[in-house]
């Protein structure tokens, strides 16, 4: 099974960009690499996903290293509705996610 | 356009019964998958429901069977509930079951066990 490694905790001044890192040295190639956030205990948000290109959409941006072996989310102005917990996990074609214990990111006013 | 719903929101249970717990997926979504989420941990994968049928299922015991209806919408059933299964249940919706989807989660079902 893929497995990923994130920092358990990260704090990010307000209006400055929060970079998210990801280890996934284990991918395979068929796999994307997906990023949730939870808050609260409510259900996962989805952020953003790929395989090996760039990505971004209104929320986020997606870093994937040229050899896939780790990732980066960035919010690129933090807000403190952004507090919440972060997950990288991948996605196999059977469509399962595999969460690991995520980073805890405070915003910080 | 609702988005994922489940029911009950929160649930409490004695050990050896039994709990069904309900879920409706996004409009225009066929595929439900069902995830356990201890506390301070990620959620873990239980199995998933396409076309009415289980296609992947998780490390979890036969006391956790699932249904999905013609409607898509998806039922998850634990029996002879013990003090571990606390915890909080997500559903999860997508279209197809292609690694390219984009998968959206309900606000889950907290269940406790005493």
């Known amino acids: 099974d893929a497995k990923t490694t994130q920092p358990p905790s990260m704090d990010c001044a307000e209006g400055r960009a929060a970079n998210l890192p990801c280890n996934h040295s284990?991918?395979?190639?068929?796999?994307?690499v997906y990023w949730y956030r939870q808050i609260h205990s409510q259900g996962p948000q989805y952020i953003i996903h790929?395989?090996?290109n760039n990505e971004t959409n209104e929320m986020a941006s997606l870093i994937i290293t040229e050899d896939r072996k780790s990732s980066t989310l960035i919010l690129p102005h933090a807000t403190l509705r952004d507090t919440a917990v972060y997950y990288c996990?991948?996605?196999?074609?059977?469509?399962?996610?595999?969460f690991g214990t995520g980073t805890s990111l405070t915003v910080i006013p | 356009d609702a988005g994922v719903t489940q029911s009950p929101t929160h649930l409490i249970k004695t050990r050896g019964q039994q709990v069904t717990l309900r879920c409706s997926p996004k409009?225009?979504?066929?595929?439900v998958s069902w995830y356990q989420q201890a506390l301070g941990q990620g959620p873990q994968f239980i199995f998933q429901?396409?076309?009415?049928?289980?296609?992947q299922r998780g490390n979890f015991p036969d006391r956790f069977s699932g249904h999905q209806f013609p409607n898509y919408s998806s039922e998850l059933n634990v029996n002879a509930l013990l003090l571990g299964d606390s915890a909080l249940y997500l559903c999860?919706?997508?279209?197809?079951?292609?690694?390219?989807?984009?998968?959206?989660f309900g606000p889950g079902t907290r269940l406790t066990v005493t």
């Open positions: 999860a919706s997508s279209s197809g079951t292609g690694a390219n989807y984009e998968q959206y």
């Open positions: 284990t991918i395979s190639g068929n796999e994307y």
């Open positions: 790929g395989l090996k």
């Open positions: 996990t991948p996605r196999v074609l059977g469509n399962q996610f595999y």
């Open positions: 409009s225009g979504h066929d595929t």
């Open positions: 429901y396409y076309e009415e049928e289980e296609r």
